[in-house]
């Protein structure tokens, strides 16, 4: 049964656009804990991901995402790589240029391995709504991309009925993405036993009235939204790196082993401020899982500062691998990827399960240079 949108839905929407707007929320007030990620200088981070192929069978190839960004909150340095593969390479996917590590071994490895570390460089980023984004105005092609769909990510039917649903009435972008926004804090939640980061069915998830998932779920489900209403919107596809400086547990990662630490993010474009970080899908994670208890109230101390400051901000303590959807990886059997931030590998056994690190097996760890 499609999802409803109750008169409840959009009145709780409407009240969480108080904390978004900066007027005073009595309990967000007192929340017990800050979180405002700003810009604050770089962060250089070697981050090293190491594959041991297990029970391989006949010929393999490893494929392994590698950062493909540069922008005003990352820059991407280097790759290096070494292992006993017989054709180790760098490619990008002709559609959608996300830059992969393709290594290919023969018959004869009993154990397939590689080793890759990218160097990054990362900083928080928040915007100035009180200032217009400086710089040359964005590529009108460009824009029209990220308002089209994915093959996961749709923007007809039943997900354009709810988006024009949420924004009816709305004059600008700028007042339509706060209700988006809201709208998906309020209606969605956190499910911890969803396996990695959840699938990205938008249209199954709305149809179904099932909003429960994880990052790859609910900022997919913000984006469609956001595309559906016109606006352009896109999620990044990376992965945690170090704790958060702020002390929320599930707004880290441990650099010691990181591998379930993949996370997406989304971004938006608004007039005036260019492309502008969201995500929804961490203020229903901080919601399910920062404390013992669920937390059902998006205005508790705990959880508004974080609902508040993901409107806008994120904080610098993560790496983005890309933005592609339907990724068809080079020399691949399976069919194409809805999103690619996890290792992916093929032997004569059949595809691994990038969702189960160990038995793939790899590992991803990070160290952060001081410089």
């Given at each position: 049964m499609p999802y409803p949108?109750?008169?409840?839905?959009l009145v709780q929407g409407a009240c969480a656009s108080l904390v978004l707007s900066g007027l005073p929320v009595a309990r967000a007030q007192d929340a017990a804990r800050r979180f405002e990620p700003k810009p604050a200088g770089w962060r250089t981070f070697e981050v090293t991901t190491t594959v041991q192929l297990r029970d391989a069978k006949g010929e393999s190839i490893i494929w392994l995402p590698v950062p493909s960004?540069?922008?005003?909150?990352?820059r991407t340095q280097d790759s290096s790589w070494s292992g006993n593969g017989s054709d180790v390479h760098l490619?990008?996917?002709?559609a959608t240029g996300a830059r992969v590590l393709v290594a290919k071994f023969?018959?004869?490895t009993a154990q397939p391995s590689i080793v890759l570390t990218n160097r990054v460089q990362t900083q928080n980023r928040a915007v100035d709504w009180s200032a217009h984004a400086a710089g040359p105005a964005e590529d009108v092609a460009d824009l029209r991309h990220w308002t089209a769909p994915s093959g996961l990510i749709t923007t007809d039917g039943i997900v354009r009925k709810v988006a024009t649903q949420i924004v009816a009435?709305?004059?600008?972008d700028r007042e339509k993405v706060p209700r988006i926004y809201d709208w998906v804090v309020v209606s969605?939640?956190?499910?911890?036993?969803?396996r990695g980061c959840g699938v990205g069915d938008i249209k199954t998830m709305l149809e179904t009235g099932n909003l429960s998932g994880k990052c790859a779920d609910i900022n997919a489900l913000f984006v469609g939204l956001c595309?559906?209403?016109?606006i352009p919107a896109r999620d990044i596809y990376g992965i945690r790196l170090v704790p958060s400086a702020f002390g929320y547990r599930e707004l880290g990662g441990n650099p010691a082993s990181l591998k379930g630490a993949q996370h997406c993010r989304a971004e938006v474009h608004l007039k005036g401020h260019g492309w502008v970080a969201m995500d929804p899908a961490d203020v229903t994670k901080v919601m399910r899982q920062e404390t013992a208890e669920w937390i059902k109230d998006a205005g508790h101390p705990l959880v508004a500062p974080v609902r508040k400051a993901l409107f806008g901000s994120w904080e610098g303590n993560w790496m983005g691998y890309n933005s592609a959807s339907d990724v068809a990886l080079p020399g691949a059997k399976q069919k194409k990827l809805g999103f690619f931030m996890y290792p992916q590998a093929e032997s004569g056994a059949g595809a691994r399960d990038p969702y189960d690190p160990d038995a793939f097996a790899y590992?991803?760890?990070?160290?952060?240079?001081?410089?």
């Open positions: 949108i109750s008169r409840r839905n960004l540069d922008t005003p909150w990352q490619a990008a996917d002709g023969d018959a004869a009435g709305a004059r600008s969605t939640y956190r499910e911890p036993k969803v595309r559906a209403a016109g590992q991803i760890t990070a160290r952060e240079i001081l410089t």
